[in-house]
């Protein structure tokens, strides 16, 4: 049997019935009077300390396509299979080659977001652009998907007799990497991290020459996944006796209002001769006030071995980490040989139980929490997959202003920033990794992804894979369950401190399901009161639910279009949001789930194809501004009183006609008026919504909420004239001057009373002066083919974003906006400056130039 699942539907292009949503007005500053504070970007997990030095090495690169089919526009690679015949003479990563027509880049860098829309629908259901956003990448076109990067920089001569390592977050896809003419390594997955020692590779004293070939034409999943080096890139310089690469561990008893920590970690001696080395662990609390010490005695390591050390301290009260005080700590590691230090890093962590209870679901901290969660990947508007840091917090803040308190790194390892958001601001993680197998590629990128990250708090569940219907109920269900048994026991052997699942769309009563510690569902509200009844002992909960979609602003499904009504519309293989949290919400032995999906992504444009190009799944949109049905679980998610009502109210045309009203509130009762008119008083069903028929007529429509007889919240809907003005409004008025931190930039049309238009959709026109410069913009609009990188973009229901990025010198970026000359209108112009500070910026790897560093 095959189900119809989210992935099946997307494939097939079967339609649906149904479904709404609407545009908030000065979005921006309602998520920060929400409680959504923004947060600074983020340092690297495990941030280096003296002596050993982490360079990041984003700056400066070149870009230049390449060709998958043509040696001669590959720049002659493998023209006659000599590449690698001899080391040091590929002549890319030389010096002497002129790469003076190549593309300035700064890294992360997403090469797919830039290239143009391809309506091709031909091939097998893998092999169709429509799921990965109909961008031109695959065999079939060679002279887009490979892209070649290069960097020149100086190693100082004082650098000899250290390890030198270039590291790598992620790339997309294939890598053959190149230094000084040397062929150094490969790597071909999308998501794992990877590094190369480039220690007897390197010119000390002078200037060197690293370039890369990175081939997209495969692809790891069947989203939108990007094409490039998209994640960060560093330089690491170490002495030969150093720490283990992510083999820092802290690990927690909580028992009588004390914490015992046990410590671990690896070194290894690169160096010629033995050493005597010791181990010295600081734990400081967020105040950098020293709360425990301890050694680990020396040991002797012998040259080219590592060696295992452990220790343990005491934590007397600690504070425990939680979404609501999400406290963290830092162990400060050292290596000690001789009484000098030879390496040191800095890990963050936190202190916390959680425990999957089959009867009374998830408790953390000993108190029981339902898990309000998401299904994410990892695009945005704008830039694709290469999400400065600063996005990644503006992300985890729109989401925890709904409520969300837990996400679903859907369906691969995620990026260190995105963690390490969620250790910062509070929001639990289910982990997962992409390939699901227990051949070496797979059980290698499960242990990077867990060795990575278990030391973060935020993460509750590792997830071994999702929807793998031949390992699950079909002829591979055997097979199935001797490979989940071996990924599941190498997630125990590297972290047992946390349970590990699955995301299964069948009933998991055989397959991969067999050896999961807890059970996650996907949809199928049919499955878990049955397997709960017949299997009391395993805990459960909804690994991805609802499947909900619409489009922003919009309340008619018009296929014509390409629309959905926002009011509750749904695929056939999922549940609107009352429906799945009535379900997981009222049960106490499910521990809760995660909702597909917290932000619309590109690619898998359900439920039409062409000329939609991204999904219409997210409870936010591409651009994070909220649907509708955001307001539902703010209302159900959140303790503070809570009221939306929707639509908006500008339906010339349409006077006298019934238009539905709904509101999403958690107060007892609600009355609806239109222009002063009561048109009766409801009573909120719990998990539910208040709706009428009111017959339009222009003016205002009005929510009251009320508890206890009082009234808690009002919310209007005016009828708006034409618009008359430009509003830009930032996220934030000051960034930081280190040439990686954003604002982020929302545009609104006003009329002649200062009333945002929730049915503009003018063209406007952007210039980016001073520190900074445009990196990104959008709209929402699930079938807008406008380019995510020109300096212009149409509004879509009253809304769009424009994301600017910082120089490395203080100043001020000016951005004006002005209704674009394509598209004449009488809206006028609009500005608005943003502040850069210069801070103490992370050490980087300066740029080279052939007259020197710039």
């Given at each position: 049997m095959v189900d119809i699942t989210r992935r099946t539907f997307v494939i097939s292009g079967a339609g649906l019935l149904g479904a709404s949503l609407l545009p908030r007005a000065a979005w921006a500053g309602s998520m920060l009077s929400a409680g959504a504070q923004p947060a600074l970007p983020s340092l690297p997990e495990d941030a280096a300390l003296a002596p050993r030095e982490q360079l990041l090495f984003d700056f400066g690169w070149r870009f230049a396509f390449g060709n998958g089919a043509d040696p001669s526009k590959d720049f002659g690679y493998g023209f006659g299979q000599s590449d690698f015949s001899k080391t040091g003479t590929f002549k890319i990563a030389t010096p002497a080659f002129d790469d003076a027509s190549w593309h300035e880049r700064d890294l992360p860098h997403d090469w797919a977001v830039e290239l143009p829309f391809v309506h091709d629908d031909s091939g097998d259901d893998d092999t169709r652009l429509t799921s990965h956003g109909y961008k031109p990448l695959g065999r079939r076109f060679p002279a887009t998907s490979v892209g070649w990067y290069r960097r020149v920089f100086d190693i100082p001569a004082s650098d000899s007799g250290r390890r030198i390592w270039i590291e790598f977050d992620g790339a997309m896809r294939d890598i053959v990497l190149f230094v000084n003419g040397c062929f150094i390594g490969r790597h071909d997955d999308g998501y794992s991290p990877f590094r190369f020692d480039l220690t007897d590779f390197l010119n000390y004293g002078g200037k060197n020459v690293v370039a890369l070939r990175v081939d997209a034409s495969f692809g790891d999943g069947w989203f939108y996944e990007g094409a490039g080096i998209y994640r960060h890139v560093w330089l690491t310089k170490m002495d030969p006796v150093h720490l283990g690469k992510w083999e820092s561990v802290v690990r927690s008893v909580v028992k009588d209002q004390a914490a015992t920590l046990s410590l671990a970690t690896i070194v290894e001696n690169e160096g010629e001769q033995p050493v005597q080395a010791s181990i010295e662990w600081t734990i400081v609390d967020a105040s950098g006030r020293t709360v425990a010490q301890a050694t680990s005695p020396a040991q002797s390591i012998a040259a080219g071995s590592p060696s295992h050390y452990q220790a343990a301290a005491d934590i007397g009260n600690p504070a425990l980490w939680s979404p609501d005080e999400p406290h963290l700590y830092t162990v400060v590691?050292?290596?000690?040989?001789?009484?000098?230090?030879?390496?040191?890093?800095?890990?963050?962590?936190?202190?916390?139980?959680?425990?999957?209870?089959?009867?009374?679901?998830?408790?953390?901290?000993?108190?029981?929490?339902?898990?309000?969660?998401?299904?994410?990947?990892?695009?945005?508007?704008?830039?694709?997959?290469?999400?400065?840091?600063?996005?990644?917090?503006?992300?985890?803040?729109?989401?925890?202003?709904?409520?969300?308190?837990?996400?679903?790194?859907?369906?691969?390892?995620?990026?260190?920033?995105?963690?390490?958001?969620?250790?910062?601001?509070?929001?639990?993680?289910?982990?997962?990794?992409?390939?699901?197998?227990?051949?070496?590629?797979?059980?290698?990128?499960?242990?990077?992804?867990?060795?990575?990250?278990?030391?973060?708090?935020s993460i509750i569940i590792w997830s071994i894979g999702n929807e793998e219907w031949a390992l699950q109920e079909g002829d591979m269900a055997k097979e199935g369950a001797r490979i989940a048994a071996t990924m599941v026991e190498h997630c125990h052997a590297l972290d047992p401190t946390r349970v590990v699942s699955a995301a299964v769309n069948g009933n998991n009563e055989q397959g991969v399901s067999d050896s999961l510690d807890i059970i996650g569902f996907n949809y199928h509200l049919d499955y878990p009161d049955a397997f709960h009844a017949k299997h009391p002992k395993r805990a459960v909960f909804g690994s991805e639910t609802s499947s909900a979609i619409a489009t922003r602003g919009e309340y008619k499904t018009d296929k014509s279009k390409n629309t959905v009504s926002s009011y509750d519309g749904v695929?056939?293989?999922?549940?609107?949001?009352?429906?799945?949290?009535?379900?997981?919400?009222?049960?106490?032995?499910?521990?809760?789930?995660?909702?597909?999906?917290?932000?619309?992504?590109?690619?898998?444009?359900?439920?039409?194809?062409?000329?939609?190009?991204?999904?219409?799944?997210?409870?936010?949109?591409?651009?994070?501004?909220?649907?509708d049905y955001y307001y539902y679980y703010k209302a159900w998610w959140t303790k503070a009183p809570s009221l939306h009502v929707f639509p908006h109210w500008n339906w010339q045309g349409r006077e006298g006609q019934d238009i539905p009203v709904w509101v999403y509130t958690n107060l007892d009762e609600v009355e609806l008026l239109l222009n002063g008119k009561s048109l009766g008083i409801k009573q909120v069903p719990r998990l539910g919504h208040v709706q009428w028929n009111v017959a339009y007529a222009p003016g205002v429509i009005e929510a009251r909420g009320r508890r206890n007889g009082q009234t808690v919240l009002t919310e209007r809907r005016e009828t708006t004239g034409a618009g008359q003005k430009l509003r830009l409004s930032a996220d934030r008025s000051e960034i930081d001057a280190d040439g990686q931190d954003v604002a982020i930039i929302t545009v609104e049309i006003l009329d002649e009373h200062h009333r945002p238009v929730p049915t503009a959709n003018n063209a406007i026109a952007f210039r980016i002066t001073g520190a900074g410069k445009l990196i990104g913009v959008g709209n929402g609009d699930p079938n807008c083919q406008e380019s995510d990188k020109a300096p212009k973009r149409s509004l879509f229901n009253g809304l769009a974003q424009v994301i600017v990025q910082s120089t490395r010198d203080a100043g001020v970026i000016h951005i004006e906006a002005v209704g674009d000359e394509s598209t004449p209108s009488s809206i006028g112009a609009s500005s608005l400056s943003i502040k850069t500070r210069k801070v103490s910026p992370r050490p980087i790897v300066a740029e080279v130039s052939s007259k020197g560093a710039v």
């Open positions: 590691v050292k290596v000690v040989v001789d009484n000098a230090v030879r390496d040191a890093e800095s890990v963050p962590f936190g202190i916390r139980t959680a425990l999957f209870d089959p009867d009374r679901g998830f408790f953390l901290n000993g108190k029981p929490l339902k898990i309000q969660g998401t299904c994410n990947h990892q695009d945005h508007a704008g830039v694709g997959s290469a999400l400065p840091d600063r996005l990644q917090s503006f992300r985890v803040a729109v989401l925890q202003g709904m409520g969300c308190n837990a996400v679903r790194t859907s369906h691969n390892m995620p990026t260190p920033e995105w963690v390490a958001a969620c250790d910062r601001m509070g929001m639990l993680m289910m982990c997962e990794t992409r390939q699901m197998s227990s051949n070496p590629s797979g059980l290698h990128q499960l242990e990077l992804m867990v060795k990575r990250y278990r030391n973060a708090p695929v056939p293989w999922g549940e609107s949001p009352e429906q799945w949290w009535t379900f997981y919400g009222t049960r106490d032995w499910l521990a809760g789930g995660f909702a597909w999906t917290g932000f619309d992504y590109r690619g898998e444009p359900t439920p039409y194809g062409w000329p939609s190009v991204s999904s219409q799944f997210g409870i936010a949109d591409l651009c994070g501004f909220p649907k």
